[in-house]
């Protein structure tokens, strides 16, 4: 069983398994099919897995053990659940936006997955995606194949803002950090990619500074148009296009927003002003007719042009490439 579905076995005693936690975190579920991959059935687990529920499927209620240690009641229903990136791709198809239109969805944390929604999904090659650029094919609540993207943009610059509390998204300092871009151009002050090795669409790529800012402000506005770099790589190799959707902790930051709105002119960037993107598409597979609380917001490109600076930063690391 799947993380989320183990817990929902821990407190309603059904085993189940489903195909976003499936589709996501392991190599045992293939996309085309529906079915146990090749590697399942080679390894001989296909015969073990969990009967198959939907994510929206109610396996049982709370067991007489869980009713005691949390005081809930005993006809409290337990959902077969869901994998949380995919929770935030039904969360964001409650918008008009994005509902029914071709559109991406990047959720921003630890991880940077970008989780594309072609308009006419038999239209994608998915067997094209560069598994060696950290591309992959996750499954949506509904089993459809959904081309997705990924690196470790929120770990790679909690490396370079340390333990410090002023965060790259914290709202005071939106001002000053967007103030530091200009200079940050002028200076070709950048961060080459990859600082967590092996990840990313540049896993092979040594992550350094190329004249590294010693003001506080212009490092972490620097790390941010790194993370809007390495976003724009991996959205282009999924096909994102028309509009895009940030979610999570960095859809505050607004220097990598904005940046990304410049370096994508014509891709429409929204973020949302929900903080609750995750629980708010798992209570729709509860009720699908539920309706965000606000609107999203669309994002206005960085006043700066970022094309010279894109293009060094990418000669930058086919040098890095050339010269190993």
């Known amino acids: 069983m799947p993380w989320p579905q183990f817990w929902a076995w821990r407190l309603c005693g059904v085993m189940a398994n489903e195909v976003t936690s499936m589709g996501c975190h392991t190599d045992l579920w293939c996309p085309l099919s529906g079915k146990p991959s090749n590697l399942a059935n080679q390894l001989g687990i296909s015969s073990r897995l ?3 529920y939907a994510a929206s499927d109610v396996l049982g209620t709370i067991t007489p053990e869980w009713i005691g240690r949390t005081g809930l009641r005993a006809d409290t229903n337990v959902y077969c659940g869901i994998h949380d990136s995919n929770a935030a791709l039904i969360a964001a198809r409650a918008f008009p936006e994005i509902i029914g239109e071709e559109s991406t969805v990047l959720s921003t944390g630890t991880w940077f997955i970008a989780m594309r929604s072609p308009e006419k999904a038999e239209l994608v090659d998915i067997t094209s995606l560069p598994e060696s650029r950290d591309c992959l094919v996750n499954i949506d609540a509904f089993g459809k194949p959904v081309p997705s993207a990924r690196f470790m943009g929120g770990r790679e610059i909690e490396t370079q803002i340390q333990i410090d509390t002023r965060r790259v998204d914290i709202k005071p300092d939106q001002p000053a950090l967007l103030s ?3 200079e940050i151009i002028a200076k070709s002050q950048m961060l080459l990619p990859t600082l967590a090795k092996g990840t990313g669409p540049f896993p092979d790529s040594k992550g350094v500074w190329m004249n590294e800012p010693d003001n506080w402000y212009a490092k972490r506005a620097a790390a941010c148009l790194y993370a809007a770099l390495v976003a724009d790589q991996s959205l282009d190799l999924i096909g994102s296009k028309e509009r895009i959707l940030v979610e999570g902790r960095f859809a505050e930051a607004q220097v990598f927003v904005r940046a990304l709105a410049r370096l994508r002119p014509d891709t429409s ?10 629980a708010f598409g798992a209570l729709r597979l509860i009720n699908p007719a539920l309706q965000p609380a606000g609107q999203l917001e669309k994002v206005e490109p960085l006043h700066t042009d970022l094309s010279g600076y894109k293009r060094q930063w990418h000669a930058a690391i086919a040098g890095q490439k050339a010269a190993a």
């Open 50 to 52: 969990a009967p198959l």
């Open 180 to 182: 530091a871009v200009p």
């Open 269 to 278: 960037i929204f973020v949302a002003n929900a903080h609750n993107d995750v």
